[in-house]
């Protein structure tokens, strides 16, 4: 169900995670976890997105590579780390022998501390992928659960992949506590 991956460390790796670490690098608010259909504009707009449950959690990202909703429609570069951040996933991926793969989006997320509330079930595609969460940091709380299954508690630079199904995370838990993670869905290609 969820599979812990062996992360290289990496030169390219250590770097991007410097880089995303730093007080420089740019955040965006979000209002929720997943719009309804993928269709929502609320946050460009800066307006809550009525269909939205009033208990999703808010967080803070970096777009990467823009998320496409249409199998088959080529996602959008939305960073200019992107070329950085593909090398660093496609090394930790190729350390794990994932074969040959292609790439549908790619964030940096930041979930602060929340007391009593987690994201809502999701799943980040409505077509068959994988995920993939790299931990930038170390944090309390923060686990991943991946179709009503708690994953481990996560630790700096783990790296854990499962199939793109229902999943939901908790949020920090210390008061001043953030949660960093690179977020990739990517497709395995013959």
Not at 67 to 96: K, T, Y
Not at 97 to 112: D, E, I, K, S
Not at 156 to 161: K, L, N
């Amino acid at each position: 169900m969820l599979d812990l991956l062996d992360n290289p460390l990496t030169e390219q790796y250590v770097w991007l995670k410097q880089h995303i670490l730093s007080s420089d690098f740019p955040l965006h608010w979000v209002h929720a976890t997943s719009c309804p259909e993928g269709e929502c504009q609320a946050d460009a707009l800066g307006e809550p997105c009525p269909e939205i449950d009033s208990d999703d959690v808010p967080f803070l990202s970096h777009s990467i590579l823009r998320r496409s909703n249409v199998a088959g429609e080529p996602p959008e570069v939305g960073s200019p780390i992107f070329d950085n951040a593909r090398e660093a996933v496609d090394q930790i991926l190729d350390h794990n022998g994932v074969g040959p793969r292609h790439f549908y989006r790619m964030n940096v997320n930041m979930t602060l501390p929340s007391p009593q509330r987690m994201s809502p079930s999701h799943t980040d595609h409505p077509y068959p992928h994988q995920n993939l969460l790299v931990y930038l940091n170390g944090f309390a709380g923060g686990r991943t659960w991946v179709e009503g299954v708690e994953g481990p508690q996560p630790t700096e630079d783990m790296v854990v992949t499962f199939g793109g199904v229902s999943h939901r995370n908790a949020p920090p838990e210390g008061p001043s506590e953030r949660r960093m993670v690179l977020v990739a869905t990517y497709g395995i290609t013959d």
